[in-house]
């Protein structure tokens, strides 16, 4: 997306720099609580307000299917030093990492069909995926992203 001088001046008058280093924004919010910032594209349109921070500092578009995480936690906050583009499991990664967000995992969570201790003896078995799938009732491609780590990764013995 391409800025005029004249947006990115009304865009600099939107955020206020505080102690910890956030530029947080003044403007108004979503109801989650991020920056909305609007800009004119022919008709009116509203945007992100850390991700039209992100493109103005770094004078480029986003790539596509990628997020603008932020590093402060802070919701509010346009720095673009405190910003970087990543994934959804990136910034899932990160979530988890920082203990933000509610996520109950493992045996504490209402709906996981498999205890942690049946996550190590998947991981430890040879047999067939299939298999483990009816053992524990659970669809193969369950068992298939226990096994390369794309799910249940909170498991000790295991990387996040």
Known sequence: MDFSQADIDRFKEKFKVVESGCWEWSGALYKNGYGMAYFRRGKRK????????????????????????????????????????????DNNTDTIKRSRGNRITGDRCSWS????????????????????????????????????????????????
Request: charged share 20%; with cysteine.
């Open 46 to 89: 509203t945007f992100l307000a850390h991700r039209i921070s992100w493109q103005i500092s770094n004078n480029t578009s986003i790539p596509d299917g990628m997020l603008i995480c932020h590093t402060c936690d802070n919701r509010k906050c346009v720095n673009p030093s405190h910003l970087y583009v990543g994934t959804s499991k």
């Open 113 to 160: 069909k498999i205890a942690e201790s049946d996550i190590h003896e998947i991981l430890q078995s040879t047999e067939k995926q299939s298999v483990l799938a009816s053992r524990y009732g659970v669809h193969q491609s369950t068992i298939s992203q226990i096994k390369s780590g794309k799910r249940r990764t909170n498991i000790s013995g295991q990387t996040v």
